[in-house]
């Protein structure tokens, strides 16, 4: 039987293509959204190349969308290889200026949704001494940025939270959990912050904060516009292809960055344990 993978959030970005090179290296792919609305180019993809991919409808922020789509490749294939917690959204805004709903928001979309998805795997994958966790967060997982307080705080809570799991149910149980930490996806982060977080006038930022956030968006879209080397931003393709190495790997480290930038980025954290294999090692003989 086929190795299987359940991605999350694949209407875009590096969800739809790695449903689309999963499918094309070999893999059953249970590609999951939302908003099935959304789900017409990956029809078009799987139509126009054959591909083995069934499209589910999941929910991040709803355990019982979740448990339904798990339950629909359990009752198919008995078992589930890979999650890919990829679902997510960009934010940026100040926090005075964001709004309790917004905050409960970013949190249960970036972080809280990786929780129940893994929640909901986890005992099948523990039964069958056999799985992989693969969870995608942002060198915003490891370092602070200006008006991304919100996101980073959610990424930093998966870098945590896979961090634990990785402590004590990754070897009794032949099971591995990996972070795959991208510099930044193209325009997705950008488009999908203004579009959250603009007030009615358009503005994600007023008042004394502006220039501030100003000089930051400038920033933005100067790496953006740099040669592909010292920019961090990458295509959804890029960024799948370290997803799918990640996969295919006999003993997967707990972090994997996407480019030289993201290297770079977070070299002040990562400089005595790069992959974080170190650092687990460590905490089980500290406490297992």
Same mark, same amino acid.
């Given at each position: 039987?086929?190795? *299987? #993978?359940?991605?999350? /959030?694949?209407?875009? =970005?590096?969800? &739809? ?5 999963? +499918? $094309? ?109 693969? *969870? #995608?967060?942002?060198? /915003?997982?490891?370092? =602070?940025?200006? &008006? ?5 705080? +959610? $990424? ?133």
């Amino acid at each position: 039987m086929k190795q *299987n #993978i359940l991605i999350t /959030g694949t209407s875009t =970005g590096v969800g &739809f293509e790695s449903a689309i090179l999963f +499918a $094309k290296n070999g893999y059953k792919v249970y590609a999951t959204m939302r908003n099935l609305k959304k789900a017409g180019p990956l029809k078009e993809a799987i139509d126009g190349e054959d591909l083995a991919i069934e499209i589910l409808e999941l929910d991040v922020t709803d355990y019982g969308s979740i448990e339904k789509a798990v339950k629909t490749v359990i009752d198919k294939d008995g078992k589930i290889d890979i999650l890919l917690n990829n679902a997510g959204a960009g934010f940026a805004k100040t926090l005075e200026q964001t709004s309790l709903e917004e905050i409960d928001w970013v949190t249960d979309v970036n972080y809280t949704g990786v929780v129940r998805t893994t929640k909901a795997v986890l005992p099948f994958m523990r039964e069958a001494r056999a799985g992989r966790v693969i *969870n #995608i967060t942002s060198v /915003g997982g490891l370092v =602070g940025q200006p &008006f991304n307080e919100l996101y980073c705080g +959610a $990424k930093f809570a998966v870098e945590g939270f896979t961090e634990a799991l990785a402590t004590y149910a990754a070897k009794p149980f032949n099971l591995h959990f990996s972070i795959v930490e991208p510099g930044g996806i193209a325009t997705e982060f950008m488009n999908s912050a203004i579009s959250k977080t603009s007030n009615e006038k358009g503005e994600m930022v007023s008042g004394e904060y502006t220039p501030i956030f100003n000089k930051y968006v400038t920033g933005a879209q100067s790496r953006a516009s740099d040669d592909k080397e010292s920019s961090p931003y990458q295509t959804g393709k890029e960024v799948a292809e370290v997803v799918l190495k990640v996969a295919q790997s006999e003993n997967p480290p707990l972090r994997t960055r996407t480019s030289k930038w993201a290297d770079n980025m977070t070299a002040y954290k990562t400089e005595a344990d790069s992959d974080g294999t170190k650092l687990i090692d460590q905490v089980i003989e500290y406490f297992l």
